[in-house]
Structures are given as C-alpha cells and as structure tokens.
C-alpha cells in the first residue's frame, strides 16, 4: 500500500464543517454549553456532605439539671438539633419510624444522683441505622461530645494533669467542607458526561444522512476524520473546563492551589480519551439514539460511581477496583482535586497524566479502527 | 490507449449472498457507460468496489491504471463519486458544501476560486452561495452534489443512480451536464434504473442478480431482440392484459402508457389471433403497429430467455 500522509488541509477541512454544523445544531449548543454549567449549579448546591443540625428527640427521664446541662451540650455543639422532647418511652419508635428524628437520646432517672455519686451513670442513644453511614458518624460525634461534658463536671474546670491527647489538624481543606471536594470532582464528572454525548452523535449522524458515504469516497484519511471531528469539541471541551473552574472558584469558593497550565494539559488528555471513546461508541453503533444512550451509561454510571467522586476507591473490593483503572474520570478527578486543592505538580501527578495518555491513544485507536470497519461493511 | 476501466471476474458476496457475480468489461477514455438493472441487481455494489469503497471478494478491477483492491486510498484522489442518497451536508451552506470538498480533495488558492465558480455556474446557483443546502429543491441538490464530486476534475467520474427522484427537466438538464464532463473528456460510469436514461449512454451494461446479462451500444442491445413486437389500443389496457394471459403464440404482455405491448413468438405468434382474442373478449382492437423494442423491452426479453423473471 502507498504511504499515505496526514493532510492538515483536509483535517482542518472536516474540523471547519463540525464546528459549523455545531453552531446550527441548537441540542448541541445546548448540550456544550449549558449542560456543563446547569449540572454545576444544581449539583453544587445540592450535594453536600457535611453534617450538622441533624434532628434528634430527648427522653429526659431524669429532669434535673445536670440532664439539661447533657443535652445543651449536645445542641451547642451545632451537630444536632433537638425538635421533639418525648413523654414516654413509647413514643421513641414513633418518631424515629416517622423518619422525623434520626436519633433519640435517652437519659434514664437517677442519672445526676449516679453522676454525684461518682457512679457510672450510662445514657443511652437510640440511633436510626437505615443511614449507615450517617449513624455512625452520629455515634462518634454524641460520644465525643459526652465524654468531653462528663470529664468538664468531674474535673470542675480543674485541669486534668499529663493525658495523651491528639491534636488533629487537617490539611488541604481545613474546614473540611465537603463542597471544596465535590467541586473539583465534580468538574471532572460533567465534562465524562459532556465529551461522549457530544461526540456520540457526531458519526452516527453522517451514517443516518448518507454523507459518510461521501466523505469516505475523498482522499480523507480516517484519522483525518477521527481528528478534524475532535478538534472543534476538544475546544467546547477546554471552554467548559475553564468556566466551570471559575465558577467554581468564585460562585463556591473551592482554593486553587495549583498550575492553571497544568491542568489545562492535564485536560487536553483527559478530553482526549473522553472525545475518542464518544468517536467510537459512534462509529461502532452507527445509530444516533442507541450511541447516546450507550456513552451516557457507559461514561455517566462510571464517572459518577467507580472515579472516587463519591466512594473512595481504596474501599471498593478488588474486582470493582480494577475496573475503576480503565474509568478516565478516576484519573482526572485525581488530577482537578490534587491541583484545586493540594497545589500539586507533575512530579505528583504524572502517573495519572500517563494513565490518560494510554486512555487518550486506546480511544483514539478503537474510534479510527471502528471508523474503518464500518466503511467496508 | 488502454482502459479507463478494466474489470475481470469481479465478484462480491456478503455472507452466502453473491451480490456481483464474476462481472467482466472494460470501458474506454471519455465514454458514458451505464449500468443498466432493476434494485438489487448488483449496479451500487460494483460501482462501490471501482471506487475502492467496498473490497471485491474475488477477481480483479483497475480503474485509472490503478487496482482497486490495493490503491483505493490513491484512487479516491483522481475519481468523483456521487453516491445512491444525496449526500451533500444539508445544514452546510452552498458554498460551504463546495469549500469543504475542495479542502478534502486539496483544491486551494486561485484553482479553488476557479473551480468554485464553475461549480455554481454549472448548478445555476450563483448568488445563492449563503443558501442552505436543505432548502434547495432536489434538482439544484444533485447539480451541486455533481459540482462537489468533480471539483478536483478527476478523470473518471462514479454516479449512482444521480437522477433517482429527479423530475424529468431536472434529469434532462443533468444528462446535459454528463454531457459536457463527457466531451471534456471525463470517463463517466453511471447507473440507472430508468431505461430512457440508459438510452443517453453510448454503452451499456444490462445487469440481473449480479450478472451481466448484456453489454453494447443501446442500438445493438435493440437488436438482440428478434421477437416482433406490437402496440396495441384498446378502451381499457389493464384488463386486455388479463385477457391475453393464455392466447397462444404471446410471450409477454405489458402496460406502456395508455397501450399495451405484445411481444410475439416468432414463429407461432400471429397479430391476427391477438386481435381476434381481444375481440372476443370483449376489447375490440381500436389500432395495432409493430413498433421498435425499447431498452426494457429487451432487457425482458433477455431476462425470459434465462428462464428467469425480472423482479424489483
């Protein structure tokens, strides 16, 4: 076979009809530009983690006021909020049936008589368990809050001589607000789902209107094609990840530790990968539906659920975490939080820059391949 | 001077299916050559391995002293191709359709503002460059898809089936355009499935379920035909037709218009006992002439002489 050249004139041909088909297609435009922004809006605002007033009922059969002081000690903390103080015993399943409380504390008689005493004097905290992860956070968070009370009216503001204690300090998100952490992540999420929608459309449409046939019988080379049709998403692409930071800088407040030119190449592979697997959902399934809604499942479920955007990945069982491994999302949600929040350079993150790099060629790769394919058949 | 085109033994299957069937001919520098045949007898199959877009299964073709199968990537650069579907970019305007192709056939600079005139002028849209190529009516959509395919002026052109769907004028006015690529000296290879377009040709391939069944001049192909035939009128063709099924000596009754055709046995067939059947029948003859086989006629005739029946 003759050795055949890439042509930048006729790359830049194709990637000339894309951005103006672009520019006419108002569900494109709609899905390049405001998709990104709505998603970051609306999960921004709704996703947060942090807990605090959480809703709790007291059964204080004690009535004195150390029992007060007990459960002003609970409420001053911030973490909870008591909205319901209950008359009997029997109403503690009520309530916590109803969902209308996720705890109830339960101080039994005789508490402030056994605490002078100098006896243990237990209360008991009935938690609703159907949230496990929240139940338990509650748990840590009463049983601090209860041990530091009782030691205070031991001590009588006496302080406690030669105690290990740790100090604990959290570093790249003092505040531990949870939203500094889904911003970034979530930067990544959107821009999974927006680069193979996007291109999922983009071949199957030539096949549906018979143009690829036409296309196919020029001198374009495939990979021509693959790239001219890259080039003006990878610049959509590139728009998104720009005003979604910013955004997320001013709007939510995330820090940005780090390069801005890093991950502006760190994006340049990440999009990629992300536009070469859309390519070649495409090519290979030639229907525009089918190929939207097989990149929606095949990026959106992934990007969300196996990228450590909500589960840590380190906890996942083996089988999971190896398919978290070929999840590009994984990578760059790596790279975003590790730049906004650690200001981390390449010397760090370089393995994730490799990873989307064989993502970026494997996509690529499969998209050129299928394109071809189909044109034989 | 060799071939424009030289096929041998080309041959397709898809699957148990043989689409193109050890199909041979060649066809000379600046000739019009069509592929004449009912949907499904293998015309946009062949049409796609010449232009190196499908890979033949067997035998061998060269088409610009190229072979197909190994140097389809060079061939694309010196042929046109329009294929079956109109397939200019509809949310393209023209002249965007144009500068598209002419960036994927590498037409630039003071050739591209040449050829891009020619092109408008030659699809009567100028002026009309900012209009969307949607919004053209069908005639003025195949001339451009015509324009696009031959901006490079590539020695050989490819048209499938170009003037399907295409009211009479608009196809009268594109055979004139073939014409004038003809007499500049473009090779043309053209299919169609209407026979007063295959008249237009000056050779002719007639194709059967992926065979060859005829090839020549339209004139020899008429002459293939010994069988007499004869127009007939009648007050009402459609049931005479009925009435002819068994009166001896008749091969073929067919609806030509408002007549009807009755191809003849040569030696049995008698126009007198046509006209005495159709009589008594009930559909007295009004005037009967023997009349000159069209293209369809023979390609019928052809077909019937295979034992076989044209479908599609």
Not at chain 1, 344 to 362: D, K, R, Y
Request: net charge neutral; aromatic share 8%; glycine share 8%.
């Amino acid at each position: 076979m003759r050795a055949h050249a890439l042509d930048l004139g006729r790359l830049l041909a194709v990637a000339r009809k894309e951005a103006l088909q672009l520019r006419r297609d108002p569900r494109s435009l709609a899905l390049a530009f405001l998709l990104p922004l709505g998603l970051l809006l609306f999960f921004g605002y709704a996703i947060n983690w942090d807990l605090k007033d959480l809703p709790i009922a007291v059964r204080d059969e004690d009535g004195t006021k150390a029992s007060r002081e007990l459960v002003d000690a609970l409420e001053g903390s911030g973490f909870f909020r008591v909205v319901d103080r209950l008359e009997s015993r029997a109403g503690i399943d009520d309530v916590l049936r109803h969902g209308r409380v996720r705890a109830v504390l339960l101080v039994p008689r005789g508490f402030s008589r056994d605490l002078a005493a100098g006896r243990r004097a237990p209360v008991q905290l009935l938690l609703d368990g159907s949230d496990a992860n929240t139940a338990i956070i509650m748990m840590n968070y009463a049983d601090a809050i209860v041990a530091r009370w009782s030691q205070q009216v031991v001590l009588r503001g006496r302080e406690l001589p030669g105690l290990a204690t740790a100090v604990p300090r959290v570093w790249y998100n003092p505040t531990l607000a949870s939203r500094n952490m889904i911003v970034p992540g979530l930067i990544a999420v959107i821009m999974s789902i927006i680069a193979a929608m996007l291109t999922a459309l983009t071949i199957a449409r030539e096949w549906e209107r018979g143009t690829m046939e036409q296309l196919a019988a020029t001198p374009v080379h495939r990979l021509e094609v693959v790239f001219g049709k890259l080039l003006p998403y990878v610049a959509i692409g590139c728009f998104d990840v720009f005003t979604t930071t910013v955004i997320g800088i001013t709007l939510f407040a995330v820090p940005f530790r780090g390069s801005v030119l890093l991950l502006a190449a760190m994006t340049l592979l990440f999009l990629l990968g992300a536009l070469g697997l859309g390519i070649f959902i495409s090519a290979a399934l030639k229907s525009q539906v089918l190929a939207t809604q097989v990149a929606l499942v095949a990026t959106y479920l992934p990007a969300l659920l196996l990228s450590g955007f909500i589960f840590d990945v380190g906890g996942m069982p083996a089988v999971l975490q190896a398919i978290s491994r070929i999840v590009p999302a994984r990578y760059y949600i790596a790279v975003t939080r590790g730049i906004f929040l650690k200001g981390v350079g390449i010397h760090v993150l370089w393995v994730q820059g490799l990873s989307m790099i064989i993502f970026a060629a494997v996509g690529i790769g499969a998209a050129t391949a299928a394109f071809r394919k189909r044109i034989a058949a | 001077m060799s071939a424009a085109v030289a096929v041998r033994d080309l041959t397709r299957r898809f699957g148990s299916f043989t689409a193109v069937d050890r199909v041979s001919f060649e066809v000379a520098t600046g000739e019009i050559f069509g592929f004449l045949g009912p949907n499904g007898a293998g015309k946009t199959t062949t049409l796609k391995m010449l232009t190196g877009l499908l890979p033949p299964t067997a035998g061998t073709a060269t088409v610009a002293g190229l072979d197909v199968a190994r140097d389809a990537v060079a061939l694309r650069a010196r042929i046109g191709y329009m294929s079956q579907r109109f397939s200019l970019y509809g949310d393209l305007t023209v002249g965007e359709n144009l500068e598209l192709f002419a960036g994927l056939y590498g037409v630039q600079g003071e050739r591209l503002a040449h050829r891009r005139g020619w092109a408008l002028q030659m699809a009567g849209l100028q002026g009309q460059e900012d209009r969307m190529t949607a919004d053209l009516p069908l005639g003025w959509k195949q001339r451009l898809a015509l324009g696009c395919a031959v901006l490079h002026e590539p020695k050989l052109l490819f048209l499938d089936e170009p003037t399907s769907g295409v009211d009479p004028m608009a196809r009268r006015a594109f055979w004139d355009l073939i014409y004038e690529l003809a007499a500049e000296g473009t090779t043309v290879l053209v299919s169609t499935h209407y026979m007063e377009e295959a008249e237009y040709c000056h050779r002719l391939l007639l194709m059967h379920r992926g065979r060859i069944i005829a090839q020549g001049q339209p004139a020899a192909l008429r002459a293939l035909m010994t069988e007499p035939i004869y127009a007939l009128r009648t007050d009402h063709a459609p049931r005479a037709v009925e009435a002819l099924q068994h009166t001896e000596g008749v091969l073929e009754t067919a609806l030509f218009g408002r007549d009807l055709h009755v191809v003849l046995d040569p030696e049995h067939g008698d126009p007198e006992r046509v006209t005495a059947a159709l009589q008594a029948a009930g559909h007295p003859v009004r005037a009967i002439e023997r009349v000159e086989p069209s293209l369809e006629d023979v390609f019928v005739a052809l077909v019937r002489r295979e034992g076989g029946v044209v479908s599609g």
